[in-house]
């Protein structure tokens, strides 16, 4: 079954999964862009990326469409308190159903479910808590035949700017990126190195379908620049949010983003495309 529900994410080896999971984050700054979800979902159904990678709550808005074209469904099943500006006394990750965590997910038709492996600075119990989530649902996965989804955060301390960082340091990623596959990932969902042309190594790690993550949002040059880059290192796709959602035309990004992933691309092609919006 995990082979079959793979198919509908990877149409000819790559991915493009558009994340609005970000209510669980419970961080307002992340909202802008998502206020109204079904006009956000009907949106992105007609922009037709491979996937949108949603919670629980809100997934019916893409699974009770009719028809088959319809993008997959990715869901979150774990939420944590690590990307709020506020600093906490305790840090936290924890499962959404911790009984049966992916049974939402297949009650759904979810093509994956995404958990995550927080690693930051001085935060050991938060670290056991993401391994302890993993060992859940990856027995979860098994028992469904549910492709699972790691995502491996390495994070600076909280910074002035308001939140715990992306820290790039590639070799940082890549124990932490062995350690997801180490756990039984059948994708990993991976931050870019700082510097771009070593995201070789975390590819090499993962020894499964690599996609990278996105975060902020960014100059839109930028992205499609280091898109390329990364896909050249072996990236079979991208997991973007904020810089698809929060731009006024989301279906341009998305066509840009789907001719980089599944028609090579260059970078300057996909700015055309954007641009011919």
């Not at 924890?94 to 049974?103: A, E, G, I, S, T």
């Amino acid at each position: 079954m995990k082979e079959i529900r793979l198919q509908r994410l990877f149409q000819n080896g790559g991915c493009l999964d558009i994340a609005i999971d970000h209510g669980v984050c419970n961080e307002p700054s992340f909202l802008d862009g998502l206020e109204d979800m079904p006009a956000v979902v009907d949106a992105l159904v007609q922009a037709q990326p491979d996937a949108i990678q949603m919670n629980y709550g809100q997934a019916d808005l893409l699974q009770r469409r009719p028809g088959r074209t319809k993008p997959a469904l990715v869901m979150r099943v774990d939420m944590g308190n690590p990307y709020n500006a506020t600093v906490h006394r305790v840090m936290w990750a924890l499962l959404q159903n911790k009984k049966d965590p992916v049974l939402p997910a297949v009650q759904m038709d979810a093509s994956c479910v995404v958990v995550n492996l927080f690693m930051l600075p001085n935060e050991p119990d938060l670290f056991r808590q993401c391994v302890e989530n993993i060992s859940i649902v990856r027995a979860d996965c098994d028992k469904y035949g549910m492709p699972l989804m790691i995502e491996p955060l390495v994070m600076r301390p909280h910074s002035e700017k308001g939140g715990y960082m992306v820290d790039g340091d590639a070799e940082k990623i890549v124990t932490l990126v062995r350690l997801a596959r180490e756990m039984g990932a059948d994708i990993i969902k991976a931050d870019p190195t700082a510097d771009a042309n070593e995201f070789h190594r975390v590819v090499e790690a993962a020894r499964c379908p690599v996609l990278v993550r996105g975060g902020g949002r960014e100059d839109l040059r930028q992205v499609f620049a280091r898109s390329r880059t990364l896909l050249d290192q072996g990236a079979v796709g991208m997991v973007y949010g904020r810089n698809v959602y929060q731009h006024q035309s989301p279906q341009a990004v998305v066509k840009a983003l789907m001719a980089m992933i599944h028609n090579g691309a260059s970078a300057e092609e996909a700015w055309a495309l954007y641009e011919g919006k």
